[in-house]
């Protein structure tokens, strides 16, 4: 029997951090994004002896299945995860929770916030002697894992502590099962918020953590559609429209066609009508209803500005782009953030997020980079490109910061206040993997193959910086390239965060 071990203290009540791992969307906040597991099976909860079956993907599909029992559940104290069938002979995984033994040394109201930790895992692998040898590579494993999930544990739970708005309660998200919604979802139902899924097409799920609600075919609210997928889900009423009566205090759109591929007539069509159009007809829905949403965030992306190697943008000044700046990218954010006039129009408060590129291992170039490096290949591009970035995380607490704070409003630039070259992106990859092979791609042939993509998203050339959200001090994470990247794949041994 094997027995690892990670304890870890936070500057949290006891009872919010318990109360945050019995919340839906704990589990997938908790998962790591390099090494991804799914449920796809929930019946109960931890405090009444659930079962979950969760699948951990292999090659796109296939995987192992592995099912758990929640047993001894102990209030504000531990609950235990014990394998029912799986790929261990035998795992237990218990939660200790206890308050901070620097709570009675502390003389200052501020000790009895401290709580502490500890996951404490016994595990047995299969065929005796000879998976023993396999030991030191999951305890390494576990341990790139257990460290992750202690740091988001605090940071999500710093940032809902931090970031309050009384007013904001429920949510309604489009675009929601894309790289970033589908972490912004977790994010948001672990700090306590009513989330529902504003879906174009049927999710094959049977588990959600969110409501749904779906549009027809015309891109309107379809109230003829009853979603009964999520039964499993047993905090979860369903809802099958919404109406002028409706109530959501916030709305965040997300929607659109994704950028990569080739750029045809008809990829151009698809990318414009996803987010111009459909922006359009949410915000008339929007202006319609009885008792509009507080807030509204849509998204944008730092394309608005163009390419252009030498200035620096901010989103303080808009005189500082060149708003006659005619190529496919800037005009259609451009016309994307026209869209939400109708919003502002019906009093709404309205955020234009121009997000930069998004570093996470679950989604996006990262992602792409990573499943390369697999066969230990790092791809280096031959561009002295800028890149303006941010870390996921960051991100997810930035869109909570914009909904809870009445000042933030108009163009945000959802970026790190560090852009780099390209180059440099490259090299700290390099250095993280310890790649074996570095392979060359002049940047004219790349262009040659992926077309006019490619000039605005590789080559994208900007320097982008955060200047209202630092004005409005909100505090990034990760400002830090290296440790961004370190963080979402699990290559941080730092506990550590801001």
């Not at 006891?14 to 019946?43: D, S, V």
């Not at 401290?114 to 002697?129: A, H, Q, R, V």
């Not at 002295?384 to 000042?407: G, P, Q, V």
């Not at 910086?465 to 990760?478: A, G, S």
Request: hydrophobic share 35%; net charge positive; charged share 20%.
């Amino acid at each position: 029997m094997k027995v690892f071990t990670l304890k870890s203290e936070f500057d949290l009540p006891l009872t919010c951090l318990f109360q945050w791992h019995l919340r839906n969307g704990a589990f997938e906040r908790l998962n790591p994004p390099w090494h991804p597991l799914y449920i796809i099976f929930k019946n109960g909860s931890i405090d009444n002896e659930g079962i979950v079956i969760v699948k951990m993907p292999i090659i796109k599909n296939l995987g192992f299945k592995w099912k758990i029992n929640h047993k001894d559940y102990i209030q504000n104290k531990s609950f235990k995860d014990v394998q029912v069938k799986g790929i261990f002979s035998y795992w237990e995984h218990q939660h200790i929770f206890s308050t901070s033994s620097l709570n009675s040394l502390s003389s200052s109201s501020d000790g009895i916030n401290k709580s502490t930790l500890e996951d404490n895992i016994k595990y047995s692998l299969p065929f005796g002697p000879i998976g023993n040898i396999l030991s030191p590579i999951v305890d390494n494993n576990l341990s790139s894992m257990f460290k992750y999930r202690h740091r988001i544990t605090k940071i999500d739970n710093n940032a809902h502590l931090k970031f309050k708005n009384q007013n904001i309660n429920s949510i309604l998200i489009s675009g929601s099962s894309g790289f970033i919604g589908s972490s912004l979802i977790p994010f948001l139902s672990t700090g306590g918020y009513n989330i529902t899924r504003l879906l174009r097409n049927k999710l094959n799920l049977n588990y959600d953590i969110a409501k749904r609600i779906y549009l027809n075919k015309d891109g309107y609210i379809d109230n003829s559609i009853i979603d009964y997928n999520n039964k499993n889900n047993s905090s979860n009423t369903i809802s099958d429209s919404i109406d002028t009566n409706n109530n959501f205090d916030a709305i965040i759109n997300l929607n659109g066609e994704s950028i990569f591929g080739l750029w045809t007539k008809n990829k151009k069509q698809k990318i414009f009508s996803s987010r111009v159009k459909f922006t359009q007809s949410l915000c008339k829905d929007l202006a319609k209803m009885n008792k509009p949403p507080k807030v509204l965030i849509s998204a944008s992306a730092i394309g608005i500005y163009g390419n252009d190697h030498y200035r620096t943008f901010d989103d303080i000044d808009e005189n500082n782009r060149n708003k006659n700046n005619k190529d496919f990218l800037s005009d259609l954010c451009s016309q994307w953030e026209e869209a939400t006039d109708i919003a502002k129009s019906a009093g709404i408060r309205v955020i234009n997020l121009r997000t930069g590129i998004v570093l996470g291992a679950s989604g996006g170039l990262v992602n792409l980079l990573r499943n390369i490096n697999k066969f230990q290949i790092n791809i280096k591009m031959e561009s002295d490109t800028w890149l303006s970035w941010i870390a996921l995380d960051d991100l997810l607490r930035l869109i909570l910061f914009c909904i809870c704070n009445n000042n933030m409003r108009g163009p945000v630039n959802a970026v790190s206040p560090n852009y780099v070259k390209l180059d440099d992106f490259e090299k700290t990859l390099a250095k993280i993997w310890n790649t074996k092979i570095n392979f060359k791609f002049p940047k004219k042939i790349v262009q040659k193959i992926l077309g006019e993509m490619s000039k605005y998203t590789i080559f994208a050339d900007n320097k982008v910086t955060p200047r209202k959200l630092i004005l409005n001090n909100f505090d990034f994470i990760f400002e830090d390239l290296e440790s961004a990247l370190r963080h979402t794949l699990g290559k941080l041994n730092n506990l550590q965060v801001q």
